[in-house]
T-cell receptor, first 116, second 113 residues
Framework: EAGVAQSPRYKIIEKRQSVAFWCNPISGHATLYWYQQILGQGPKLLIQFQNNGVVDDSQLPKDRFSAERLKGVDSTLKIQPAKLEDSAVYLC??????????????FGSGTRLTVV | AQSVSQHNHHVILSEAASLELGCNYSYGGTVNLFWYVQYPGQHLQLLLKYFSGDPLVKGIKGFEAEFIKSKFSFNLRKPSVQWSDTAEYFCAVMDTGRRALTFGSGTRLQVQP
C-alpha cells in the first residue's frame, strides 16, 4: 500500500510570510496527526484528527497555526505568519484504528521548513 | 501529562559492541510503549512496541526492549550493533485513550566500522 504522502519536501520562507503543508494519509486511515520536530528534539504533537473532527489541538499555537481535514481524508497545516522558531520538520502520520494493535502509526517523510 | 526521558543524547559504538539505550517515562495510567528509528534522510519507522503481556519484546533487526513497570523504564537493547544501525532512536509513550504519542528527545547512535 502507498505510504503517507506529504508535500512539499522542503520549504524556505522569510519570517512573517505564510506557508502551507499538505498530507494525504493511507487510504482508509481515520486518524491523522501532525507533529512538529525541531532539530535535536523528538516530535511534538500539534493536532490530532478523527475523520474530519479535531480530537486534540491543545499544543497547536492557534494564533499562527491552523489545520483542517475538511473531507476526512487529506489535511492541510498552515502557518501565518511564520516565525524563526517555526523552523522544523513537520510530520504527518495516520492510523487505522481497528488494526491499531498490529500496525500503530505510519509516518510520512515530513516537510522541512526553514524560516529565515 | 505524560513525559519521556532519554538520557543518552549521543552514543558512539564500534561494530559488534552491545547497545543499551535508556528510556524512562512518567504517566499514571495504562501506557503503550514504543521505540522508533529514523535513519538519515528517512522517515520514522517502528522498531518495536509493548502493549501488554511479556515485558521483553522483540522487534525488527535484532532489537529488543524490556518493560520494567516498577522503574517506569523501557530500555532498548541489541547484542551486537552494525554500521547500518547508525540512526536516531526515539522512545515514545502513548496513552491508550487518545492514542497520541509523546516522544523523548532522541538518542543519536553512531556506529563506527
Amino acid at each position: 500500500e502507498a505510504g503517507v504522502a506529504q508535500s512539499p519536501r522542503y520549504k524556505i520562507i522569510e519570517k512573517r510570510q505564510s506557508v502551507a503543508f499538505w498530507c494525504n494519509p493511507i487510504s482508509g486511515h481515520a486518524t491523522l496527526y501532525w507533529y512538529q520536530q525541531i532539530l535535536g528534539q523528538g516530535p511534538k504533537l500539534l493536532i490530532q484528527f478523527q475523520n474530519n473532527g479535531v480530537v486534540d489541538d491543545s499544543q497547536l499555537p492557534k494564533d499562527r497555526f491552523s489545520a483542517e481535514r475538511l473531507k476526512g481524508v487529506d489535511s492541510t497545516l498552515k502557518i501565518q505568519p511564520a516565525k524563526l522558531e517555526d523552523s522544523a520538520v513537520y510530520l504527518c502520520a495516520s492510523s487505522l484504528d481497528r488494526e491499531w494493535n498490529n500496525y500503530g502509526y505510519t509516518f510520512g517523510s515530513g516537510t522541512r521548513l526553514t524560516v529565515v | 501529562a505524560q513525559s519521556v526521558s532519554q538520557h543518552n543524547h549521543h552514543v558512539i559504538l564500534s561494530e559488534a559492541a552491545s547497545l543499551e539505550l535508556g528510556c524512562n517515562y512518567s504517566y499514571g495510567g495504562t501506557v503503550n510503549l514504543f521505540w522508533y528509528v529514523q535513519y538519515p534522510g528517512q522517515h520514522l519507522q517502528l522498531l518495536l512496541k509493548y502493549f501488554s503481556g511479556d515485558p521483553l519484546v522483540k522487534g525488527i533487526k535484532g532489537f529488543e526492549a524490556e518493560f520494567i513497570k516498577s522503574k517506569f523504564s523501557f530500555n532498548l537493547r541489541k547484542p551486537s550493533v552494525q554500521w547500518s544501525d547508525t540512526a536516531e532512536y526515539f522512545c515514545a509513550v502513548m496513552d491508550t485513550g487518545r492514542r497520541a504519542l509523546t516522544f523523548g528527545s532522541g538518542t543519536r547512535l553512531q556506529v563506527q566500522p
